[in-house]
């Protein structure tokens, strides 16, 4: 990659339920990460989110999440290894079948929710997800969090075959490890536009942020995560293209 790519969670309506604003956040990012209807989406939503991303040019990235449309997929579940990656197959090819029948394809994945989380906290989950997505597609890179050190995550995805883009947020604040502050902690998530737009260029060029602790974080991430689901994050993300173009 030239440039860092902008990535944005989408297509996350369900049947009447309309949940961000997906055809203002379309024409300012790259990578459209779009539920498969485990923790959002259905067929028709689905289906217009691929032809809206085909529209724009942007790159479709299956969404696959643990099956929970309750708790929006944020709920960790007890899976098995072949569970974790039979969900992937099923979803990865539901939305790969729409691409298809519209002249796209899914171009990586980046899992949702509480299973991007757990495997990122659990080697044997992440090494079942990149096995699940080696063998649907060898080709498709698989999206996940940067940290301090990207190392064993990047082991197992040599080892499998498999290329890995490493993300980073640049509306979070991070801890000394490269890891997300919770929600719950005061100043977990940057609400100042300049301060966010000022992280996204440090990302991309590479400078270090400040950690919680005050220490020094550099990360290295080929991929900015975005928000599109209100019209001042929608404003953001405009604000952030034009910087980085500049």
């Given at each position: 990659m030239s440039r860092?790519?902008?990535?944005?969670?989408?297509?996350?309506?369900?049947?009447?339920?309309?949940?961000?604003?997906?055809?203002?956040?379309?024409p300012f990012i790259d990578c459209a990460n779009i539920a498969c209807g485990f923790h959002a989406g259905d067929p028709g939503v689905m289906r217009r989110t691929v032809a809206?991303?085909?529209?724009?040019?942007?790159?479709?990235?299956?969404?696959?999440?643990?099956?929970?449309?309750?708790?929006?997929?944020?709920?960790?579940?007890?899976?098995?290894?072949?569970?974790?990656?039979?969900?992937?197959?099923?979803?990865i090819g539901a939305l790969d079948g729409i691409c298809r029948a519209q002249g796209g394809r899914v171009r990586y994945?980046?899992?949702h929710g509480a299973l991007y989380n757990d495997m990122m906290a659990d080697p044997r989950t992440l090494r079942a997800v990149i096995r699940a997505v080696a063998a649907y597609d060898a080709k498709l890179p698989l999206m996940l969090m940067a940290t301090r050190d990207n190392s064993a995550a990047q082991a197992i995805g040599?080892?499998?075959?498999?290329?890995?883009?490493?993300?980073?947020?640049?509306?979070?604040?991070?801890?000394?490890?490269?890891?997300?502050?919770?929600?719950?902690l005061p100043g977990a998530v940057h609400?100042?536009?300049q301060a966010v737009i000022d992280q996204a260029l440090r990302l991309s060029r590479g400078q270090p942020l400040t950690a919680s602790d005050g220490?020094?974080?550099?990360?290295?991430?080929?991929t900015l995560c975005v928000h599109g689901d209100n019209a001042s994050s929608v404003a953001?993300?405009?604000?952030?293209?034009?910087?980085?173009?500049?």
């Amino acid at each position: 990659m030239s440039r860092l790519l902008l990535n944005c969670d989408i297509g996350e309506s369900f049947g009447n339920w309309t949940l961000g604003l997906d055809a203002e956040v379309m024409p300012f990012i790259d990578c459209a990460n779009i539920a498969c209807g485990f923790h959002a989406g259905d067929p028709g939503v689905m289906r217009r989110t691929v032809a809206l991303a085909l529209q724009h040019e942007v790159m479709i990235g299956a969404h696959p999440a643990y099956p929970d449309l309750q708790g929006f997929g944020r709920r960790s579940m007890a899976c098995s290894e072949q569970e974790v990656e039979d969900m992937l197959h099923y979803q990865i090819g539901a939305l790969d079948g729409i691409c298809r029948a519209q002249g796209g394809r899914v171009r990586y994945v980046k899992p949702h929710g509480a299973l991007y989380n757990d495997m990122m906290a659990d080697p044997r989950t992440l090494r079942a997800v990149i096995r699940a997505v080696a063998a649907y597609d060898a080709k498709l890179p698989l999206m996940l969090m940067a940290t301090r050190d990207n190392s064993a995550a990047q082991a197992i995805g040599d080892e499998l075959g498999l290329t890995l883009w490493f993300e980073a947020f640049a509306d979070r604040a991070y801890d000394s490890a490269g890891k997300l502050v919770s929600r719950s902690l005061p100043g977990a998530v940057h609400h100042d536009p300049q301060a966010v737009i000022d992280q996204a260029l440090r990302l991309s060029r590479g400078q270090p942020l400040t950690a919680s602790d005050g220490s020094e974080l550099v990360l290295q991430a080929q991929t900015l995560c975005v928000h599109g689901d209100n019209a001042s994050s929608v404003a953001a993300v405009r604000q952030i293209r034009q910087a980085l173009a500049a």
